[in-house]
C-alpha cells in the first residue's frame, strides 16, 4: 500500500472542509412570530353613547399567570365600530403590532366568532388585493342576550377559500396567531 504524504493528506482535509463550508444551503433561521400580551377592542357606538372597551391581557405569555380577560356590555338594536389593536408589552417601549399586521395586511385576516343571538360583524378594511382584514368592523345587535365572542387572527390564511371572505374560519387554513373569546352581554 502507498502511503500518503502529509501535504496530500491535508491538501485532501483542507479541500473537503472548503466544500462543505460554502454549501449554499445553510438554514435560514425562520421568521419567528411577534409576541402579543395585550389584544383591545374598542366598540364605539355610530350614534353616540359610551365606548365599551373589550381586553385581554397576558404580560408573561404563554404558561405563567393567567390571562386578564375582560367583556363587556352592549346596547341591544345598536351598532358598533370596532377597532383592534395589538400590542406587545413585555418589551419597553412597548411594540405595536397593529402596525405590522396593517403592513402585512395580505398575510393576515380575524375571524370572529359569536355565540350571541343577533350579534353580527363585518369587515370594515381590506387589504391591498381587496380581501377583509379585521381591524376595523361594524358590530350590530338586535335583541338581549349573552354569550361568547372568539377573535381570532390568523397568519397566513387562504384568502380566496370557500367563505373566508365573509368570515367563515372553516377554510381559512393558515396559523393562528392569537385567539381570545369575551363574555358579552347585550341588554
Known amino acids: 500500500m502507498k502511503k500518503i504524504s502529509k501535504f496530500t493528506y491535508l491538501l485532501i482535509i483542507s479541500s473537503l472542509l472548503v466544500i462543505t463550508s460554502c454549501s449554499k444551503d445553510d438554514p435560514k433561521i425562520p421568521n419567528e412570530e411577534e409576541l402579543i400580551t395585550t389584544l383591545k377592542m374598542t366598540l ?3 350614534s353616540g ?5 373589550l381586553s385581554f391581557k397576558d404580560l408573561d405569555g ?6 386578564v380577560v375582560t367583556g363587556g356590555t352592549l346596547l341591544r338594536n345598536s351598532s358598533y365600530n370596532g377597532k383592534l389593536e395589538l400590542l406587545n408589552e413585555s418589551e419597553t417601549p412597548i411594540d405595536d403590532i397593529t402596525k405590522e399586521i ?5 398575510d393576515h385576516q380575524f375571524f370572529f366568532q359569536s355565540t350571541v343571538s343577533g350579534l353580527s360583524i363585518t369587515y370594515s378594511d381590506n387589504d391591498k388585493n381587496n380581501k377583509p382584514l379585521g381591524l376595523a368592523t361594524l358590530v ?5 342576550g349573552s354569550g361568547k365572542l372568539t377573535v ?8 380566496n377559500a370557500q367563505g373566508v371572505a365573509t368570515g367563515d374560519i372553516t377554510n381559512a387554513g393558515g396559523e393562528t396567531d392569537i385567539a381570545v373569546t369575551f363574555d358579552i352581554v347585550v341588554q
Open 44 to 46: 364605539t357606538p355610530v
Open 49 to 53: 353613547g359610551n365606548t365599551v372597551t
Open 140 to 144: 350590530k345587535t338586535v335583541g338581549a
Open 102 to 106: 396593517l403592513a402585512e395586511a395580505d
Open 62 to 67: 404563554d404558561g405563567g399567570n393567567s390571562p
Open 152 to 159: 381570532t387572527l390568523r397568519h397566513k390564511p387562504s384568502k
